[in-house]
């Protein structure tokens, strides 16, 4: 079993709609999370990073993380096309490790 | 952010050959990791280079396989050693910065190899 999973989707929504994406992890030894965007051909792009259950907003994107359920997700209001990339979840364990998902695919369409 | 280059940002091999690539930060950091992403997966850690050591190897990569070089903080270099097709991937370098030592990651090279 991977110690974190995210599906790979991909997904698609219409623009303005509101995207949701999430990650469970199996290792209670994660501190801090992180999402990243990757554009096609291009390298990850740290988006937000948090390190405590809760939400955490900047513009259109929140964070949220719930560490008695092992779960984080990523919301996105009002899409936009260019909000169309693979965005990847990332934990950091405790010896300072990034232990990456699979990452979902999102397709904004207008 | 620190701004991370890499050369070269592709290149096609022929199995057996070496390609050494090099990552570049306009700033000076302590921690660089390079990763792997093959097709449709996520990021692997090859290995962690500290400027003036050895690298630290993940599980399943070897020296002999992925010699890596620091020779200062801001620059370091991961060869892929007598390439197979099974090398084809994007090989990423990132650096570690600020108050939660989050990564921030160069724009990858993609090596296909034949």
């Known amino acids: 079993q991977k110690e974190v999973e995210q599906d790979p989707g991909p997904l698609s929504v219409p623009e303005g709609a509101i995207v949701s994406l999430n990650c469970t992890y199996s290792?209670?030894?994660?501190?801090?999370f992180m999402w990243y965007r990757q554009y096609s051909r291009k390298g990850p792009e740290l988006l937000m990073y948090?390190?405590?259950?809760g939400n955490k907003e900047d513009g259109r994107f929140t964070a949220q993380v719930d560490k008695s359920s092992k779960y984080i997700s990523l919301f996105i209001r009002d899409s936009q096309p260019s909000d169309s990339a693979t965005y990847l979840c990332?934990?950091?364990?405790?010896?300072?490790?990034?232990?990456f998902g699979a990452g979902t695919q999102v397709v904004v369409t207008p | 952010s620190a701004v991370i280059s890499q050369k070269p940002s592709r290149d096609i091999c022929q199995r057996g050959t070496s390609l050494t690539i090099q990552c570049q930060v306009d700033?000076?950091?302590?921690?660089m990791f390079w990763y792997r992403q093959q097709p449709g997966q996520s990021l692997t850690l090859i290995a962690t280079?500290?400027?003036?050591?050895?690298?630290?190897?993940e599980s399943g990569f070897v020296i002999d396989k992925f010699p890596i070089s620091r020779p200062n903080l801001t620059f370091s270099t991961l060869t892929v050693s007598n390439m197979s097709p099974e090398d084809s991937s994007i090989y990423l370098c990132?650096?570690?910065?600020?108050?939660?030592?989050?990564?921030?990651f160069g724009p990858g090279t993609r090596l296909t190899v034949l």
């Open positions: 990132s650096v570690e910065q600020g108050l939660v030592d989050t990564q921030y």
């Open positions: 290792n209670s030894a994660f501190q801090y």
């Open positions: 948090t390190y405590s259950s």
């Open positions: 990332a934990m950091r364990d405790s010896w300072g490790k990034l232990q």
């Open positions: 700033s000076q950091v302590t921690m």
């Open positions: 280079a500290n400027q003036g050591s050895e690298a630290t190897y």
